[in-house]
Every structure is written in structure tokens, then in C-alpha cells.
């Protein structure tokens, strides 16, 4: 180990996996370990916190031992903690934050709060060693739809937001209308390959007093009105047609807001970062999208788009580098904003 | 021996530091701010005013429930990130019984009340006629106060009732009371950590540890979801 290499100890917990991770400056991933809670929230159709929280509790030391020791490294060789501490769900959080302040604290290593969101982003950054801000990001998952512009490390500004359902909300609802059941993202995707995504004209919202803004629950709305109006005609759907069709509508709105944004301020970078970001459909048209005005085209693999704790690293990493640190007061904040420091 | 203290099982944040036979320190917050924000700079408070070297603890002493879901697992989460560092045990001292201590000696039956929320009480019966030692009469468990006030009429003993659920449910109790009952003043009405201290140094002796990794908080009850799923399956 180099003496001027910076090494962090990621640790994620803020929906329904817990992770941690070992990230040498800030791009360089040593381990990343993930468990994930998947198969209990899909016996509820989604994530419920109380269990979440549980079962975070019960794996959160094993996953830390097993991220240090993947990497070769002790707590003692990381140069700082990275904890994800909002936003999110609170009872999730506050078991990663509290573990790594009791960790920090014992070892004497120092501590940085990070925000889920910026973790997101950052993932890009592992992936692609040569991308450096600025650049325009579109960070879409279960619970966040944004469309930011990433001005400097740990600076943003977000231009979009949805005012409504997230976009991964939404293919959960109407994964579940569908009889698709839960996660909805991956499954929406998979039977899609099958469908005709002009089956059916689902509305793409127009949000009126802000141009970059995104809505959702109109578009599931209107999935649920269409299944409702051939159930009263006795009528079958299309499975694999309805979801090719809502995803479509979902991608055009995505990549229309991105194309507006990148037009507007004449990026030539653009990423995709969140779990929606593993969306085949929403890859493949953001890439087309890019590589028709020449802008370069970033994201991060599937791996690195769902929750994890190399993120919050690669986070991490920056922020400690400009001497942020977290007090033994750091709390979870669960609708904590994009580019405000609770601490 | 050196043992650090916690308890986050309830309003109350307590930490203590004891050495053999001594409580070195005992810190309580009975105050709105959250455990998250209290917790670990009280913690730091009785280490530095102590100059207790972490790497010289024993162990970590915890109520480990029943309590605020959210309460036990910042307490939990945070020492199992200590004791993982330190490379020493856990002790989960059951909260309701560590309650009970603040009383230890009693004449009286101790029955401590936790408020369980959805109107139940986390409570428990305790017998100190014997010394420190006592017998449990009933277990900590979550009980409706009109169930345990008539267990305490059949048992027909006075006794001394103490927690945070008796602001809620003194009223019913008064009613429901047919024994001689008197209500903890305040200084031994709510969680102390150097109760949990002092049973915790007895469990460890007896070898009642857990490693870091192993320790989870005993709810005592299961999540809405899945009682709900329960019942819908039943």
C-alpha cells in the first residue's frame, strides 16, 4: 500500500440491502459485498421497513468483516468510514450509521456522512476512471427520480425532479397491476423484450411550471384504467404488450427531460446512475440519445447501479479529501436533499 | 472488569462504566433529542471524564429489549460496532429485568411497566425478599395492563411500580389495583444504565455473552407486516 493512497470503508443501508465495501481513491473497488433482503420484501410486494431494519442489524457485522477481508485489509488501514445517512428509509439508516459511529469511534478512524443520492452518481466514477464533472446525470431508482447537473465533485445542482411516484415506483405498481409481482423494474424489463411497445399510447406527463420536472402517477393511473376498461369489456391484456408499452412511455419521458437538459446547457457528458439505470430500454435510448448529438455516453454496470456500498465510497472519497468529517451526533436524515450537508 | 453500559430501550438514553464492583460513571438524558444524536457523545463523555482506555473493557453490557424498536437498535447497532473493533462480547441484559434492579431489595413485588404502545405494557414481576437475587414471578413479556393488574390482585402482594408506562396507564391501574401499590419517584422510575451494568457483570461471569456479530435486540414482538401476513394466512 502506497502512503498516499487513500482507502474508505463504504457501508449502505438505507432500503433493503446492506452493504459494504472497500474503495481505494475513490475509483478503485477492493471489495463489495451486498446482501441483499430481496426474497423477504418480495413475500410483501415491497420493502417493509420494520423488517428491513432487522435484518439489517443481523447481517450489518458480517458484511463489514467480509468487505475487509475481501480487500486484505483491516479497519485500521482505511483512512475513513463512508456512511450513507440519508435520504432513505429512517429505521434502515439509522442501523449503518449507527454502527459506523460505534466503529469509528472505537478505531479512531474518521467518519464522513454521504448522501444515497451523490453515491449514486459516483458510482460512474467507478466505472469510467476518465470521467470527471462536470457532466449531467439522470439518477433513477425505487425511490428517486432526478436530473442533475454535477457542477464539481460534491457540487449539484438538480435541474428535475419528480413530483410525484419515482419512476422505480412506478414500474413496481404497475408491475404488481400487471400480475408481475415485485421487484418491478427487472421483471417489467424482461417481459417487455416480448411486447409491442406502440401496443398501447400511455400519456407522457407534461409537468407545466417546471421544464426538467418528472410526474409518474398520471401514466400509472392511466396503466390502471386500462386494465380496468377491458376487465369491464371482459377483455385479456396483453402482458408483455402492456409492459413494453408503459416502459416506453416511462424512457420517453426519462430521455426527453435528459435530451432538453443536455440541449440546454450543451453537455458533453451525460451518466445514468441508479437502479433503474440496469433498465435495458432506458440504456439503449440515452446511449442512442448521446451518441446523436455526440455526447459521451456513461454508465455504470448493473452491479454498481443497485444499492451498494462501493458507491458510498467512491463518495466518500471526495468529500474526505476536502476534510469533511462527521461528529458522534451524525443522524440519519430520511428525506436528506441532494447537495445539503446535514452535519 | 471493566464493563461499558447501554441503554436505549426507552425515552431515556443511559450510559455507565463499571470497574468490579464500582459504577465509575452513569450518564442519563431523559430529553426529546433522538438516541441517534445523544447516544455516542455521551458514551465519549464518560470515557474521557473516566480516562478509561476503550482497549481495557471487558465486555458491553446492553438492555436488549423489549423496547422502541428504533430505540433498541441504535443502542445495538452502535456497541456492535465498538465491541466488533475491540474484539469483545456482548451482554444483552433484558430491559424489563435491569428495570427491576433499580429496586433491587424490595419488600415489595417490582413490576416495572414499559409502554408498549397499542395500548399493551412490556412488564414483568420480580420477588427481592431473597437479596440481590431475585425470582421472577412473571418474565418480561407484553401484557395488556388489565391482564397484569389481575395477575397482581391474585398474587395479593404490595408492590412498587415503576417506567415510563406508568404515566400512561396509572389512571387504569389505580381502578384496576385491589393490592397495596406505590408508584417509583423519579430518580428510580426509568431506565439506568448502571442496572444494566451490574447484570451484566453477572451474566458475563456466568458466561451469558454473545460476539458482536451475534447480538440482535429481543423485540418480544414481531413486525405489523408480518403479524398481519400471520393473520391473513391463519
Known amino acids: 500500500m502506497s502512503s498516499k493512497d487513500t482507502y474508505i470503508l463504504g457501508i449502505e443501508s438505507s432500503c433493503d440491502e446492506t452493504a459494504a465495501a472497500v474503495v481505494k481513491n475513490g475509483r478503485e473497488v477492493l471489495s463489495n459485498v451486498i446482501s441483499s433482503q430481496i426474497a423477504i420484501h418480495t413475500l410483501y410486494g415491497g420493502v417493509v421497513p420494520e423488517i428491513a431494519s432487522r435484518k439489517h442489524i443481523e447481517k450489518i457485522n458480517q458484511v463489514v468483516t467480509e468487505a475487509l477481508k475481501q480487500a486484505g485489509m483491516k479497519i485500521t488501514d482505511c483512512d475513513a468510514i463512508g456512511v450513507t445517512y440519508g435520504p432513505g428509509l429512517i429505521g434502515p439508516l439509522l442501523i449503518g450509521v449507527s454502527f459506523a459511529k460505534g466503529l469509528s469511534y472505537a478505531s479512531g478512524v474518521p467518519l464522513v456522512g454521504v448522501h444515497h443520492i451523490e453515491g449514486h452518481i459516483s458510482a460512474n466514477y467507478i466505472e469510467n476512471h476518465e470521467l470527471e464533472p462536470p457532466f449531467l446525470c439522470l439518477v433513477v431508482s425505487g425511490g428517486h427520480t432526478h436530473l442533475v447537473r454535477v457542477?464539481?465533485?460534491?457540487?449539484?445542482?438538480?435541474?428535475?425532479?419528480?413530483?410525484?411516484?419515482?419512476?422505480?415506483?412506478?414500474?413496481?405498481?404497475?408491475?404488481?397491476?400487471?400480475?408481475?409481482?415485485?421487484?418491478?423494474?427487472?421483471?417489467?424489463?424482461?417481459?417487455?423484450?416480448?411486447?409491442?411497445?406502440?401496443?398501447?399510447?400511455?400519456?407522457?406527463?407534461?409537468v407545466g411550471d417546471s421544464e426538467y420536472d418528472f410526474s409518474f402517477s398520471g401514466l400509472k393511473s392511466s396503466v390502471l384504467n386500462y386494465l380496468n376498461s377491458l376487465e369491464m369489456k371482459h377483455e385479456q391484456y396483453v402482458q408483455a404488450d402492456v409492459a413494453a408499452s408503459f416502459q416506453k412511455a416511462v424512457v420517453d419521458v426519462l430521455v426527453g427531460n435528459s435530451v432538453h437538459a443536455i440541449e440546454k446547457f450543451h453537455a458533453d457528458k451525460f451518466a445514468l446512475a441508479g437502479g433503474v439505470a440496469s433498465n435495458s430500454a432506458l440504456r439503449e435510448a440515452m446511449q442512442k440519445a448521446c451518441e446523436e448529438r455526440g455526447v459521451k455516453f456513461y454508465r455504470p454496470a448493473p452491479i454498481l447501479c443497485t444499492d451498494n456500498a462501493a458507491m458510498i465510497g467512491s463518495a466518500a472519497y471526495y468529500d474526505f479529501k476536502k476534510g469533511i468529517r462527521a461528529g458522534l451526533d451524525l443522524n440519519a436524515v430520511a428525506n436528506l436533499k441532494l447537495g445539503e450537508r446535514a452535519y | 472488569m471493566k464493563i461499558l453500559a447501554v441503554d436505549s430501550?426507552?425515552?431515556?438514553?443511559?450510559?455507565?462504566?463499571?470497574?468490579?464492583?464500582?459504577?465509575?460513571a452513569e450518564y442519563m438524558v431523559n430529553y426529546k433529542k433522538t438516541h441517534s444524536e445523544t447516544l455516542m457523545p455521551m458514551i465519549d463523555e464518560i470515557v474521557k471524564m473516566t480516562n478509561t482506555d476503550l482497549k481495557t473493557l471487558d465486555a458491553i453490557a446492553i438492555a436488549g429489549g423489549p423496547g422502541s424498536f428504533t430505540g433498541l437498535r441504535i443502542g445495538s447497532a452502535t456497541v456492535k460496532g465498538i465491541a466488533q473493533f475491540l474484539n469483545i462480547p456482548i451482554i444483552s441484559v433484558p430491559t424489563v429485568d435491569?428495570?427491576?434492579?433499580?429496586?433491587?431489595?424490595?419488600?415489595?413485588?417490582?413490576?416495572?411497566?414499559?409502554?408498549?404502545?397499542?395500548?399493551?405494557?412490556?412488564?414483568?414481576?420480580f420477588d427481592f425478599h431473597d437479596g440481590n437475587d431475585p425470582e421472577v414471578l412473571m418474565e418480561q413479556c407484553p401484557m395488556s395492563v388489565e391482564d397484569l393488574a389481575g395477575h397482581l390482585n391474585e398474587i395479593g402482594r404490595p408492590i412498587v411500580l415503576l417506567g415510563d408506562g406508568v404515566a400512561r396507564f396509572r389512571e387504569t391501574l389505580d381502578e384496576l389495583l385491589t393490592v397495596d401499590h406505590i408508584y417509583a419517584p423519579a430518580h428510580m422510575s426509568r431506565q439506568r444504565a448502571g442496572a444494566v451494568a451490574v447484570l451484566g457483570a453477572k451474566y458475563y461471569a456466568e458466561g451469558k455473552y454473545t460476539s458482536a456479530e451475534e447480538h440482535e435486540p429481543e423485540y418480544l414482538r414481531k413486525s405489523q407486516a408480518e403479524r398481519e401476513r400471520e393473520a391473513q394466512n391463519a
Open chain 2, 98 to 125: 435491569a428495570l427491576s434492579y433499580n429496586f433491587c431489595g424490595s419488600d415489595r413485588l417490582v413490576v416495572p411497566i414499559m409502554d408498549a404502545r397499542r395500548n399493551q405494557t412490556y412488564t414483568g414481576i
Open chain 1, 151 to 206: 457542477k464539481d465533485y460534491g457540487e449539484y445542482e438538480i435541474l428535475g425532479r419528480t413530483q410525484d411516484d419515482a419512476a422505480g415506483e412506478a414500474f413496481d405498481k404497475v408491475a404488481r397491476a400487471i400480475g408481475l409481482g415485485y421487484p418491478g423494474g427487472p421483471k417489467i424489463d424482461k417481459v417487455s423484450k416480448e411486447g409491442n411497445p406502440d401496443a398501447i399510447h400511455f400519456p407522457r406527463a407534461h
Open chain 2, 9 to 24: 430501550s426507552g425515552l431515556v438514553a443511559s450510559v455507565a462504566i463499571l470497574e468490579d464492583d464500582s459504577i465509575l
